[in-house]
């Protein structure tokens, strides 16, 4: 342990969380499977959250009361090094508070605390925002866990698929340089299947702007009946975006949202910006995810 990072057990599950930006950086089951991407060259994250914003705004600006103020792609906090609150054995808990840093990119008071908490059966983390201002607290939140793709190094990348807990046929929206296009598209979802493939990343993340699951399951099929999987369920998020690099990157992101880029041709004050919470003065909002693993 150290103040850089902290891990926590149960049975064969370990997890390693990084205090600048309360990352998720390891989950390895009793065997040793990694789950999450190590970062690298195609990408130098492993599972950074987004606050205060989910995407791009417009020309990387957020309006308030007549001001500008730059605010660049998914926020602040996955650069910002949280306070760690608790340090147990199956538990930690980080918090990041406003200061001068934040207020200079975003006039609000706020606390975002993350407890991760591990059992024998997977990792979970919850998300409270805690409005500690006198004006209504527009913002928005969301979870970018990369796990590796192929989750076995001799499974090719294509055997593998998410399985959704339920049909999704709604259409999924698409990026525009880092902005939410007008016309939604048809879904590549088959049923409930998403069959994997680098093709679907060639125009950025997949957004399930109206996902009818609360749960997703990673795992290869066809040609490899046995492996590790996972299993990703969430509470609180209303959106869900599947990410990766369309350029043969080993990492696919299962990542729910609460918000979203903003509309192309949306330029305005942040408060009316589409897909944000609202939060009452002394009030909070609380999400949650869950990431169980195992192998069959």
């Not at 990348?157 to 902005?179: H, N, Q, W, Y």
Request: a negative charge.
């Amino acid at each position: 342990m150290t103040d850089d990072t902290h891990t926590i057990r149960s049975g064969g599950l370990a997890a390693t969380i990084k205090a600048q930006g309360a990352e998720l950086c390891s989950l390895k089951d009793g065997s040793g499977t990694e789950f999450i991407w190590q970062a690298g060259p195609a990408w130098p994250r492993h599972a950074p959250l987004l606050f205060p914003i989910v995407g791009r705004l417009a020309n990387d600006e957020l309006r308030h009361r007549g001001k500008t103020y730059r605010m660049t792609q998914h926020g602040f906090a996955r650069d910002s090094r949280f306070a760690w609150a608790e340090r147990g054995e199956s538990r930690c808990t980080l918090v990041l508070e406003d200061g001068e840093a934040t207020r200079a990119l975003y006039p609000f008071a706020f606390r975002l605390t993350a407890t991760y908490t591990i059992d024998e059966a997977g990792l979970d983390l919850s998300l409270t925002i805690a409005n500690t201002g006198a004006e209504t607290l527009p913002a928005s939140l969301g979870g970018h866990p990369a796990f590796n793709w192929p989750l076995q190094p001799e499974v090719a990348k294509e055997s593998c698929a998410l399985t959704f807990a339920k049909t999704e046929s709604s259409p999924v929206r698409r990026l525009d340089g880092g902005l939410l296009r007008a016309a939604a598209e048809p879904s590549p979802v088959k049923g409930a299947v998403l069959p994997l493939s680098e093709s679907l990343f060639v125009d950025d993340a997949i957004i399930f702007d109206r996902v009818e699951s609360s749960s997703v399951r990673y795992a290869a099929g066809q040609g490899a009946p046995t492996g590790p999987w996972l299993n990703m369920s969430w509470r609180g998020f209303r959106e869900l975006g599947v990410w990766s690099k369309p350029a043969g990157a080993p990492f696919l992101c299962i990542e729910p949202w609460r918000g979203y880029a903003s509309p192309a041709g949306f330029d305005g004050e942040f408060s009316d910006k589409p897909g944000l919470m609202h939060i009452a003065p002394g009030a909070d909002e609380q999400l949650s995810f869950r990431i169980e693993v195992g192998s069959s």
